[in-house]
């Protein structure tokens, strides 16, 4: 059974720094491409970024692009989320997402950790 | 970044069939997904590739895109359909998803 844990998330200032981590199970990890989405308090959903399933490509919203870096470590089956010079607006449950075989959704979620953003 | 729209809401009686639409300019030149989310939820996939249902979903849920305008079917609407949906296209390497849409079964 597919099982996908996050942690790390936390309080931070703005401004700061935190690394949130997607735990990954049931699955042949390195197959597979990756996903984070967030989705801040009653909103929707956003997409956040994505890396392929041997990590050499990697791809950012505009809106995170340039202070987040999605990372994978194959070897432990986990994948990671760097988030620096956080903002107010960052402030989401982050959810870390598996690629459908076919591509193009997301079959398996995580169940999100929160990263509240705020002095 | 590529637009979706969804209407906020949609209401519909149990029983009866809720269409919840996505559009975007050429949507039907991509696959669009949709999720499901109940509240404090994670979000499931229910339709994939435009048209085809994940195990385990039920089949009264079905979804079609072309032209401009995807849209998810549901028929014979249970009190248990209700939730937020949010369509989802892919570019590129990108993703971008609809604003969602509250469906309320009343």
């Known amino acids: 059974e597919v099982h996908l844990l996050e942690s790390g998330g936390g309080l931070v200032q703005p401004g700061g720094s935190l690394r949130v981590s997607c735990a990954a199970s049931?699955?042949?990890?390195?197959?597979?491409?990756m996903n984070w989405v967030r989705q801040a308090p009653g909103k929707g959903l956003e997409w956040v970024s994505a890396?392929?399933?041997?990590?050499?490509?990697?791809y950012y919203a505009d809106s995170v692009k340039g202070r987040c870096t999605i990372s994978r470590d194959n070897s432990k089956n986990t994948l990671y989320l760097q988030m620096n010079s956080l903002r107010v607006e960052d402030t989401a449950v982050y959810y870390c997402a598996k690629v459908h075989n076919y591509g193009n959704s997301f079959d398996y979620w995580g169940q999100g950790t929160l990263v509240t953003v705020s002095s | 970044s590529y637009e979706l729209t969804q209407p906020p809401s949609v209401s519909v009686s149990p029983g009866q069939t809720a269409s919840i639409t996505c559009s975007g300019d050429?949507?039907?030149?991509?696959?669009v997904c949709w999720y499901q989310q109940k509240p404090g939820q994670s979000p499931v996939l229910v339709i994939y590739q435009d048209f085809k249902r994940p195990s385990g979903i039920p089949e009264r849920f079905s979804g079609s895109n072309s032209g401009n305008t995807a849209t998810l079917t549901i028929s014979g609407t249970q009190a248990l359909d209700e939730a937020d949906y949010y369509c989802?296209?892919?570019?590129?390497?990108?993703?971008?998803f609809g604003g969602g849409t509250k469906l309320t079964v009343l």
């Open positions: 989802q296209a892919w570019d590129s390497g990108t993703v971008d």
């Open positions: 890396i392929s399933g041997s990590g050499g490509s990697t």
């Open positions: 050429k949507l039907g030149d991509r696959y």
């Open positions: 049931g699955f042949t990890f390195s197959s597979y491409a």
